[in-house]
């Protein structure tokens, strides 16, 4: 099972109590430098990753179950990935922001072309070509707030949770392009060669959801 690293992996704890998994106790050591561990049954390992590197791991059937964003999803679209649960965790947006200064002025869908910063580059594009504009991406792991005020980008595309850091940079967010939350993914491939194997784990989160969401 492929872990996202992080924020979402602390909201996920508790639900993984739930479907009676238990990792190793240095699993939740930020400061260990495992990456794979072992829990209390016997044939299932987790292993800790980047939110970006868990649908690959999925995809590709490295891991055969797992746990990322919808953004992720989003911007992958791996056709080897099944996503039968929303966790309703990792809460936040994809969303277009631009400089608190510029914001309400043009409309973009009258521009033909735009420059972004994002580490989102084909979330970028479809949206922005849904509306006619073409986006010249700047591709970003990070910082991309500091894009519009150094020239690098007329616009950024991020994730979202409360806007903070958008204000302490001088930014604001002009538009939504999806809410995000958590899913549990599996390997299609997986599924079809060990179906009662992942259906039990596919309904262990199923039950810790109801349970979850009954309290």
């Not at 979202?160 to 930014?171: C, E, H, R, Y």
């Amino acid at each position: 099972m492929a872990l996202p690293k992080g924020r979402i992996l602390s909201e996920l704890a508790p639900l993984l109590a739930r479907a009676g998994i238990e990792p190793a106790a240095d699993f939740a050591d930020e400061g260990s430098r495992r990456l794979r561990f072992e829990t209390n049954h016997p044939t299932l390992d987790v292993v800790r990753v980047r939110s970006f590197d868990v649908a690959t791991f999925v995809a590709h059937g490295a891991a055969q179950i797992g746990v990322c964003g919808a953004d992720v999803l989003m911007e992958f679209d791996y056709d080897q990935i099944y996503a039968p649960l929303d966790l309703g965790i990792g809460r936040c947006r994809v969303s277009v922001a631009e400089p608190a200064d510029r914001a309400g002025g043009d409309d973009i869908a009258g521009w033909s072309r735009v420059t972004v910063a994002t580490k989102y580059p084909a979330i970028a594009r479809r949206h922005f070509a849904q509306k006619g504009v073409q986006a010249e991406v700047v591709h970003l792991n990070g910082a991309m707030e500091l894009a519009p005020s150094l020239g690098l980008s007329r616009l950024i595309v991020d994730l979202v949770q409360t806007g903070s850091t958008l204000k302490a940079n001088g930014l604001v967010e002009t538009e939504v392009i999806a809410n995000v939350t958590s899913r549990l993914i599996v390997n299609r491939t997986a599924l079809k060669t060990r179906p009662e194997v992942i259906a039990a784990w596919i309904a262990r989160f199923r039950a810790a959801l109801a349970e979850r969401d009954a309290r």
